[in-house]
């Protein structure tokens, strides 16, 4: 079973010609990238799903804006763009997470479920149906552990409004590029004193349940190959879980 993916470089480390890997510990579930526009966070979340199909994980991607950045998986069976982004909801909640409560699916093997600008999606709905995707997505994130399902989520803010009650259920966090002294209070408050907000792209912050705060670099790929990876574990996870198809 996958217990880390190494994606990101310890910056300090680097500093001094060390290229060493920090560890994202997927014992913890959830993982949360945040950062503004040219932080590098799509290149980012790009990287870490294509580390997570080489530990043989197995993917659900959701893109609510719908731009080039996932167009590479138009037509693949479990990808979820503008409209759709709902029936990925639909299918993590009452698909695969039910399917591993009730036994009818008893293996282990690790799903990441992502979601690219959740926030966006969230704000353009009607306050019922937010509603209800906001317990969808509460119910995942207190589940998740159990069932190793865990949800990646990649927006420019961390607005707690949408995560429900269940915001303690991340335990990891990417935080990239410059941000806002708000942002620092709501996740770093206390380190502010030692933590720098100016930030260059792909260059922030790995901040994990139970650890110290690591000052990290993303390391820089041939991005074609990186999404070719992420292509192969779409199909590979098609194989094994087929999605609904749209509700009339």
């Known amino acids: ?3 880390v993916i190494n994606a990101v470089l310890d910056a300090e480390l680097l500093k001094r010609g060390i290229h060493f890997p920090l560890p994202i510990d997927v014992k913890k579930p959830h993982l949360a990238i945040f950062g503004s526009s040219g932080s590098g966070k799509t290149y980012a979340s790009q990287l870490l799903l294509a580390k997570a199909v080489l530990s043989s994980a197995k993917l659900v991607v959701a893109d609510f804006k719908g731009d080039l ?24 909640s009452d698909t695969l997470l039910k399917n591993r409560q009730s036994g009818q699916d008893e ?15 969230f704000t353009m709905l009607e306050k019922k149906e937010r509603d209800i995707r906001i317990r969808q997505l509460s119910r995942i994130l207190m589940l998740g552990r159990s069932f190793n399902i865990h949800v990646w989520i990649s927006q420019q803010r961390p607005d707690a409004e949408y995560f429900g009650k269940s915001r303690e259920n991340i335990h990891n966090i990417l935080l990239l590029g410059s941000f806002s002294k708000e942002v620092l209070n709501m996740l770093l408050s206390d380190e502010k004193d030692v933590v720098n907000r100016k930030q260059s792209r792909g260059q922030g912050y790995l901040i994990s349940s139970g650890e110290a705060t690591k000052e990290i670099i993303v390391p820089s790929y041939n991005v074609a ?3 070719n990876k992420i292509l192969e574990g779409m199909y590979e996870s098609c194989l094994l879980y087929t999605s609904p198809s749209p509700r009339d």
């Open 69 to 92: 950045e996932f167009s590479f998986l138009e037509n693949q069976e479990n990808f979820y763009r503008f409209e759709r982004v709902g029936l990925f909801f639909d299918f993590v």
């Open 1 to 3: 079973m996958i217990s």
């Open 225 to 227: 190959k990186v999404q």
């Open 107 to 121: 293996s282990r093997s690790l799903i990441i479920c992502f979601i690219d600008e959740m926030s966006a999606y």
